[in-house]
């Protein structure tokens, strides 16, 4: 399949439909990670029906390549469940406000500076109180994996399927600033987690920088973040 797909990726895309749906989710497993070094637009509607697989893993699998297709339905979906969850808001928002939505409870709002970043930026984050069986076919699991609530779980799995560069211009800011910005928040160890998963899957070297000059400067809360 790979000298296939090198050789002809229209070729190769065809070969590897002729047989998807006898494979095993295993032999899925192995055959999508090569595409990742072809990706073409084309490939979409392929890695679309790729979302109805009954394996989350392959599920999963399709959608890390999915969200490198920047004009992908699926990066649409991703960008504005992020936009809808994560805003930047004025940091001098009055206390009425505030005190209004921490009744509500329905949003964490961190407003934090540092001698490492220009200005003060603050972050609302939004999430829904409840799971939306839709997001399963996304590869947006219900359940935690890992010993974090439920609705940390489903921004950590949405923010990792968002490219990083959409951040900079959702929050209107620097990478850096963002991830300053993330050190003490309430979801700030969720945040890292989706972002740095986002960089490795796009190997977005910017944002891999910030990433480091983060865990070079030594401070205790980013680097227990970021291992």
Excluded at 113 to 129: A, F, K
Aim: overall charge positive.
């Amino acid at each position: 399949f790979r000298r296939v797909l090198f050789r002809s990726h229209r070729k190769g895309i065809s070969l590897l439909e002729s047989t998807w749906s006898s494979d095993s989710s295993e032999q899925k497993q192995k055959l999508l990670p090569i595409l990742s070094d072809a990706l073409d637009h084309s490939d979409e509607l392929f890695l679309e029906s790729c979302l109805d697989d009954r394996s989350i893993k392959v599920r999963g699998l399709a959608a890390e390549l999915l969200m490198l297709l920047e004009k992908s339905a699926f990066t649409k979906r991703m960008q504005a469940m992020a936009m809808s969850w994560v805003q930047r808001v004025d940091p001098a928002e009055s206390l009425a406000q505030k005190a209004l939505r921490k009744l509500k409870g329905v949003a964490k709002k961190l407003t934090a500076s540092s001698t490492e970043v220009d200005s003060i930026i603050g972050i609302e984050i939004q999430i829904p109180q409840t799971y939306d069986k839709a997001w399963a076919r996304d590869s947006i699991q219900e359940k935690p994996t890992e010993k974090i609530g439920s609705r940390a779980y489903w921004l950590k799995q949405v923010v990792s399927l968002v490219v990083p560069k959409f951040w900079e211009t959702q929050l209107q800011t620097t990478p850096s600033q963002i991830l300053a910005t993330c050190m003490d928040h309430s979801y700030g160890i969720e945040l890292f987690g989706g972002l740095l998963k986002a960089t490795e899957l796009c190997k977005d070297k910017h944002w891999a920088t910030a990433f480091l000059d983060l865990y070079l400067s030594g401070k205790p809360k980013i680097n227990h973040k970021l291992q």
